[in-house]
């Protein structure tokens, strides 16, 4: 039996061979679309930088109060505001039913307690330094110490004093939150140890964060 072989013709044969390196072309094309792609897409991530998140709110700066309230047989009174200024502590307030034209003491004690007629529940001054006391402001001082408050004739003194080396609510051995403040029968000495020979307590009150 005689095998006859099948010969395509040569133009269908080109044909065949130019569609195949066309289809290996056209594959090549679709590789090389998507790298560049790609690339575009890493290109347009770099240049694009990411979002910045929003800047935390600015903290309030810290303040608290003090509700003065008078000891046994007294009539002394008040409203204290205390707030971080420049990094000391800013005293603002009002204190009533003193006697008219007086100079008195003034000062945050070691204990937030006005339990006992006389106020002698809130300790000494207060001194997380272990320091001598003095005068606010110059040299050395209790932590506690302010300056003296003076009463007009109708017995009133609106109080502007600072505290130095204290601090509003953050927990540490000078932070004066829970402590007590008082006021007193006569004026601080700003020498005698370690209270300022200042008397008498007039009237006491607790310090809470406000």
């Known amino acids: 039996m005689r095998t006859h072989t099948f010969l395509m013709p040569i133009p269908a044969a080109l044909a065949l061979a130019l569609a195949a390196c066309g ?103 207060f001194n997380p330094g272990s320091t001598d006391h003095g005068r606010v402001g110059q040299g050395a001082h209790h932590a506690g110490d302010s300056d003296n408050i003076t009463a007009g004739t109708d017995g009133s003194a609106q109080v502007r004093g600072w505290l130095e080396g204290a601090t509003i609510g953050d927990g540490a051995a000078t932070d004066i939150v829970g402590k007590g403040v008082i006021v007193h029968t006569d004026a601080d000495d700003y020498a005698t140890q370690p209270t300022g020979n200042a008397g008498d307590r007039l009237a006491c009150g607790v310090i809470q964060a406000g």
């Open 23 to 125: 289809g290996g072309a056209d594959n090549a094309n679709s590789g090389d679309n998507a790298a560049a792609e790609a690339d575009r897409a890493a290109d347009t991530a770099t240049a694009t930088p990411p979002a910045t998140p929003p800047a935390p709110a600015t903290a309030a700066a810290a303040t608290a109060m003090a509700a003065l309230q008078p000891t046994a047989g007294n009539q002394t009174a008040g409203e204290l505001r205390f707030a971080l200024v420049d990094g000391r502590i800013e005293v603002t307030g009002t204190v009533t039913g003193l006697p008219g034209g007086g100079t008195h003491g003034f000062h945050v004690h070691e204990t937030g307690d006005c339990s006992a007629p006389d106020a002698s529940s809130a300790g000494g001054h």
